[in-house]
């Protein structure tokens, strides 16, 4: 091809896809509307603290989809990375070890023995099922097998589903957790293990895959605006960039990658009827968003040694408490500490200051309780209230193969990867899986 692939939107999708197109030796141009790169991820610099645009993990560590894609690429060695695996649990003043396999769930100290063996028989099947078989389970809610449990074991499920999907077990669809599990199980080549960017700021994932596409001669344009995306004869035949000063830019291209939410490209980047309304309203139906409230807070000292704490039981408005530093003291000044506290919201609360204040200080007074001395030692605090676009990856119905298909059937050359994309796992992982998915698509079509 003569002309460059367009890669829109430059997150861990469009980065991801663009590296192992570029690995291959096409021409790849990507244009991101920001000044950042990274999408969800980015990460700025706040009082001389790095802070994520909310907390961020790397599940599965070196069996990640992310880890995956940088190994294929040769580049693992350049993205250090910290293990995140000192987590507990606080309940009714103790804290609990948080289990790092099935066989850690007899020594769970959070839940009677009683439980823990019924715990243990109901995830030992999940664990050594299939992958394909989880599939039947994607309509299924999580509750549909935790609703008799009793009340401490229910709390523990929605402490590892707060770890593992940021969100309540009823938003969660039991064939994603049941993959999760997969994953997880090392008797099936998987890993419990978590990490977190070494260096500080989520955002270096983003900085790697660019500095390979850089290596690459590969293209990347910041507050780059796509107006449209142009379809002729069922065919990709260029994209419009929206220019603040003179006329629009036209760039012709056989190829583009869209790497931002399916349901918002499709209803905004194209010229009426190019999108078939069936197919549109059912992308649509996709578009739900799970809303959190998050506060970073800077510390004159250290008043943990762990790095994850989940507060559990119904009493916690705190659903999880990430000390940063902990994980690696490059986000931090000499001297300081950070730690970031969350809680998922409804998403009208996203919109009303009252309701985030009230939220930020029950959440203030529920730390001071578990840590005395939290209030004397704080500095600063910056909450965030927000709505994400994270359901479509876990909810039942909207789950796995039920998501946006990475090419729309009748129009060539038009590509789509993200997490709003057919791919499992959660987040930046489901970002980058439906790039390893959709790659070898990519590649036929280019070939043909």
């Known amino acids: 091809m003569s002309t460059p ?3 829109i939107g430059a997150g861990i999708g469009g980065l991801t896809a663009a590296a192992l197109l570029a690995e291959k030796g096409h021409n790849v141009r990507v244009l991101e509307k920001s000044s950042k790169l990274g999408g969800r991820t980015a990460s700025i610099k706040f ?15 070196k069996k990640s989809a992310i880890f995956s894609v940088l190994k294929k690429l040769k580049i693992e060695s350049k993205l250090k990375l910290a293990k995140v695996d000192d987590i507990a649990f606080h309940s009714e003043n103790e804290f609990h070890k948080y289990p790092k ?14 439980s823990r063996i019924k715990l243990l028989k109901l995830l030992l099947p999940l664990a050594f099922t299939s992958i394909e078989k989880t599939e039947s389970w994607d309509n299924v809610s999580l509750t549909s097998i935790t609703s008799d449990l009793d009340s401490d074991t229910n709390a523990f499920f929605e402490a590892i589903c707060m770890l593992a999907f940021a969100d309540t077990a009823d938003h969660i669809s039991l064939g994603e957790f049941a993959r999760t599990i997969i994953r997880a199980n090392p008797f099936k080549g998987g890993t419990s293990e978590f990490a977190y960017p070494a260096n500080g700021g989520y955002d270096s994932i983003s900085h790697v895959l660019y500095d390979y596409l850089h290596s690459k001669n590969c293209e990347i344009k910041t507050r780059q605006s796509i107006k449209k995306i ?18 629009d830019e036209l760039i012709r291209t056989k190829c583009v990658i869209v790497s931002y939410p399916a349901y918002n490209a499709l209803n905004e980047l194209f010229d009426k009827n190019i999108i078939e309304e069936g197919f549109l309203q059912k992308i649509n139906k996709l578009n739900k968003t799970t809303s959190v409230v998050e506060v970073h807070f800077a510390l004159k000292s250290k008043i943990d040694s762990r790095q994850v ?12 408490i990430f000390f940063i530093s902990n994980i690696t003291p490059s986000v931090s000044p000499p001297g300081e500490h950070l730690i970031i506290a969350g809680t998922p919201v409804p998403s009208e609360d996203t919109d009303n200051p009252q309701e985030i204040k009230e939220i930020v200080n029950k959440m203030k007074e529920e730390i001071s309780s578990i840590y005395p001395t939290f209030n004397s030692e704080l500095i600063w605090e ?14 039942p119905g909207k789950v796995w193969k039920s ?46």
């Open 403 to 448: 998501k946006m298909p990475h090419n729309i059937p009748g129009i060539e050359g038009l590509f789509f990867v993200g997490d709003s994309t057919i791919s499992y796992g959660i987040g930046t992982d489901s970002a980058a899986h439906s790039s390893i998915l959709c790659a070898p698509k990519i590649e036929s079509y280019l070939r043909s």
């Open 101 to 114: 396999g099935m066989l850690d769930l007899l020594n769970l100290s959070l839940l009677p023995l009683k």
């Open 309 to 320: 704490i989940f507060p559990v039981g119904d009493q916690y408005t705190t659903k999880g």
């Open 5 to 7: 692939i367009i890669v």
């Open 230 to 247: 142009i379809i002729e004869n069922s065919k990709v035949t260029g994209v419009v960039v929206r220019v603040l000063s003179g006329d």
């Open 47 to 61: 009082k001389n603290h790095i802070l994520d645009n909310g907390f961020h993990i790397m599940p599965f560590y």
């Open 382 to 395: 910056r909450p965030m209230a927000w709505k994400l676009v994270e359901s479509v990856v876990k909810e």
